[in-house]
């Protein structure tokens, strides 16, 4: 019977104290989402197969972990597998709509993947999307954001930044074919997974030429400064490289020295068409990334058919990694109610309580005992679940209109008027 209680493999439930954190988190997060001008949308979480499917949609290494299904009626389904090709249908059907687009979202994605700590088959993605600007101010805007968005949880992080330009520039110069680029960059983007070795031997096994994969991966590996390697690059690709010219000009609007160019990362998803970015966190105690976005150029277009290019640039942060290492951190406070203040009725003034218990919650979270439960007991309750402060509402103090506040941590009693209840918990 136990066994038949388990969730799905990669899902999970969430007890209150678990849920309360996830939504504090998501609170701050969208805090600083609309601090940065972002209006929210929602889409639904089943898509037609064929927009999940489409060409210019996640690629072939996405699909093949997107969770598929058929609907009563013969069509097929499926789960998102990210928020991005939901909003560019979204904004495909909404041809009227005043650019630029900032939208934020929130919610459960799915991908039948393998399973490791802060990686799960349901997770949430939080996502802030600039949709019908080519300017690098959007791009920059992404990136400034997601370092507000770790300084407001006390995170030290390193960003690191390229551009899919920059790379599929660099694979010609190498002599490898263009309808072969997107392959081969998935394999690169593996290399802080697998390492340089294990990267070497899958491009092998994928019958790339091994002059090509020796020239890249000795340029993409080079232990040089994130200034000498853009640099290295210009001399190799010229400074008028459309890459090189969108990464300087990136890299002049922002300012902070955690935001590093990283000539490797690639992103394996293959509607990339830009600026490409990940978010770490510095110490190295997390090796998954945290947060990740970039500029896909083609997709909105391509869905709405127009033949016409929809710019797009956007960031995603990963609720459960953020969660995993807030916790190794121990910068986690758990909580297991948002409740302020218990009520404790004695025997024949469940009523009282009721109403003074409406009365106050227009100021503060409030609970009644609804257990008839004795005083002992009540507070017993109160105490177990981080209640700060309990009320007992009998004879006295329903006829004197007088009320002992209790303390819970320090039994501290403070006696209020009925009508200074409000002003004291909101003080």
């Known amino acids: 019977m136990v066994s038949e209680m388990r969730t799905p493999r990669g899902m999970r ?43 210019y949609s996640g690629g072939d290494e996405i699909l093949k972990e997107t969770f598929s299904l058929t609907d009563q009626g013969g069509r097929e389904l499926g789960l998102r597998y990210d928020l991005t090709v939901p909003l560019a249908r979204f904004v495909a059907g909404n041809p009227m709509m005043k650019m630029p687009f900032k939208r934020y979202q929130l919610g459960s994605v ?13 997770f949430w993605q939080c996502d802030v999307d600039i949709v019908g600007s080519y300017s690098m101010l959007a791009d920059a805007e992404c990136i400034l954001l997601a370092n507000r968005v770790f300084a407001s949880l006390g995170l030290d992080v390193e960003i690191h930044v390229n551009n899919r330009k920059l790379l599929n520039s660099l694979l010609i110069k190498a002599g490898v074919k263009d309808e072969r680029a997107a392959d081969f960059l998935l394999s690169v983007d593996k290399l802080k997974k697998i390492g340089l070795d294990g990267v070497r031997e899958e491009l092998i096994s994928k019958d790339y030429n091994v002059k090509a994969i020796e020239t890249v991966l000795h340029l993409l590996t080079k232990q040089l400064s994130a200034k000498e390697l853009l640099t290295e690059m210009e001399n190799i690709l010229g400074k008028d490289n459309e890459g090189i010219v969108e990464l300087n000009e990136l890299f002049s609007h922002i300012s902070s020295e955690n935001v590093i160019f990283s000539p490797s990362l690639a992103r394996g998803l293959s509607y990339y068409t830009g600026t490409v970015f990940e978010v770490f966190i510095k110490d190295g105690s997390f090796t998954s990334s945290l947060s990740a976005g970039g500029r896909y150029d083609n997709m909105v277009g391509n869905f709405a058919g127009s033949g016409k290019e929809i710019p797009a640039v956007g960031i995603s942060f990963g609720l459960e990694p953020i969660i995993e ?51 002992g007991k009540s507070s017993e309750y109160a105490k177990s679940l981080g209640i700060p402060f309990s009320i007992v509402i009998g004879e006295n103090e329903v006829n004197k209109q007088l009320y002992d506040v209790k303390n819970m941590e320090t039994g501290e009693k403070t006696t209020v008027k009925k009508q200074d209840l409000a002003s004291f918990f909101s003080s």
Request: charged residues 30%; hydrophobic residues 40%; glycine residues 6%.
């Open 13 to 55: 439930d969430f007890a209150p104290e678990e849920k309360l954190v996830r939504n504090e988190l998501i609170g701050k997060l969208v805090q600083v989402f609309e601090h940065y001008g972002f209006v929210p949308i929602d889409t639904p979480l089943l898509e037609r197969w064929e927009v999940l499917s489409a060409k």
């Open 110 to 122: 799915y991908r039948d993947g393998p399973i490791k700590l802060g990686r799960y088959r349901e």
């Open 325 to 375: 290492v807030l916790r190794l951190k121990s910068m986690l406070v758990p909580k297991k109610t948002t409740t302020k203040l218990m009520l404790i009725p004695m025997k024949g003034f469940e009523t009282d309580a009721t109403h003074l218990a409406e009365e106050l919650r227009a100021s503060v979270n409030v609970e009644v005992d609804l257990m008839g439960r004795s005083v």
